[in-house]
Nanobody, 117 residues
Framework: QVQLVESGGGLVQAGGSLRLSCEAS??????????MGWYRQAPEKQREWVATITRFTTAYADSVKGRFTISRDNHKNTVYLQMNSLKPEDTAVYYC??????????WGKGTLVTVSS
């Protein structure tokens, strides 16, 4: 099982920015060939998908499109989520996920983002 560690969460005012990181304890070839995703779970709500990045493509939930950017550095086994124009409704625990064929998905333990109004 690949270990994932998220970081970069914190308290920010509405309109501010944060950059989340997720480092994977995987070999370079495993990480670079995996699909990486960010998810979030607000209090008393279901976990929801935020963004995904493959080797060549990215995709975003409508709620974050135009404000969030997912990227990856395969040399550092790290995926990032740049979050701009943050809103109070973005408050949640943010999780990253690594997906690869024939293996169960790996999840991090999450990092808390709190956006004050």
């Amino acid at each position: 099982q690949v270990q994932l560690v998220e970081s970069g969460g914190g308290l920010v005012q509405a309109g501010g920015s944060l950059r989340l990181s997720c480092e994977a304890s995987a070999s370079g070839s495993i990480f670079s060939n995996s699909v990486m995703g960010w998810y979030r779970q607000a209090p008393e709500k279901q976990r929801e998908w935020v963004a995904t990045i493959t080797r060549f493509t990215t995709a975003y939930a409508d709620s974050v499109k135009g404000r969030f950017t997912i990227s990856r550095d395969n040399h550092k086994n790290t995926v990032y989520l740049q979050m701009n124009s943050l809103k109070p409704e973005d408050t949640a625990v943010y999780y990253c996920k690594l997906s690869r064929p024939y293996y169960p998905d790996s999840w991090g333990k999450g990092t808390l983002v709190t956006v004050s109004s």
